[in-house]
């Protein structure tokens, strides 16, 4: 069964402080992995995406790893502000679907004190 | 517009009622998708639109919902005979070309049902 598993289920850290969330899946085959921002009361943003041949990919101060033999990814956020504040989304897609249909986790709920 | 748009923000029924949803996805963009987010739960997949061809309809939970898309651009999701369980965040999302695993999805803000 194809799942995507998301830890810690929510976080609170302060300001300024780094933090690593962690996504295991069971998809496969396994096409993509996708990290999404979703702000309370909004639609899911892309921060990053990466395929099966990437092991790291950055976005300003979001950093995701991926490792395709253990099928886990983490999504590190540098630095942390107040902003940041969301619902973190680990989304993978299944190869074998031609229409992009994707698994989603349960996400991390991350919220920054000041 | 910029991005996709969906009305109702809000939408407080009775159990029983009809209600419907609508998604007016970023011009242009040939792929649409219907996504269901129950409170402290992921994203459940409901229907996606490709263009002209024939709506994937897998993810409907049930025979109460249905969805269309007129003229390849807004969508409507319709649910018959509200239950309770029903009440969540409907999400809409359109992604450019083929829609396929490489194509980015851009969502809606949702609509929050909510069932009594």
């Known amino acids: 069964k194809n799942q995507v598993e998301q830890s810690p289920q929510s976080l609170i850290i302060l300001e300024g402080k780094n933090c690593t969330l962690q996504?295991?899946?069971?998809?496969?085959?396994?096409?993509?992995l996708r990290w999404y921002k979703q702000d309370t009361g909004r639609g899911p943003v892309s921060l990053t995406i990466?395929?099966?041949?990437?092991n790291t990919k950055s976005n300003g101060r979001y950093t995701a790893t991926l490792d395709a033999d253990t099928k886990q990814s983490s999504l590190h956020i540098t630095a942390s502000q107040l902003s940041d504040s969301a619902s973190y989304i680990c989304?993978?897609?299944?190869?074998?679907?031609?229409?992009?249909?994707?698994?989603f986790g349960r996400g991390t709920q991350l919220t920054v004190w000041p | 517009g910029a991005g996709v748009s969906q009305s109702p923000s809000n939408k407080v029924t009775e159990k029983g009622k009809d209600v419907e949803l609508r998604c007016d996805p970023i011009?242009?963009?040939?792929?649409l998708y219907w996504y269901r987010q129950s409170l402290g739960q992921g994203l459940e997949f409901l229907i996606y639109?490709?263009?002209?061809?024939?709506?994937?309809k897998s993810g409907l939970p049930s025979d109460r919902f249905s969805a269309e898309r007129t003229g390849g651009s807004v969508s409507t999701l319709t649910i018959q005979r509200t239950q309770q369980e029903d009440s969540a965040v409907y999400l809409c999302?359109?992604?450019?070309?083929?829609?396929?695993?490489?194509?980015?999805?851009?969502f809606g803000p949702g609509t929050r049902l909510l069932v009594l």
């Open positions: 999302a359109s992604s450019s070309n083929s829609g396929g695993p490489w194509e980015t999805q851009y």
């Open positions: 989304v993978v897609t299944d190869r074998g679907s031609t229409l992009g249909r994707l698994y």
């Open positions: 011009s242009g963009h040939t792929a």
């Open positions: 990466m395929t099966f041949s990437e």
């Open positions: 639109f490709q263009g002209n061809s024939a709506p994937d």
């Open positions: 996504c295991n899946y069971t998809v496969s085959p396994f096409s993509n």
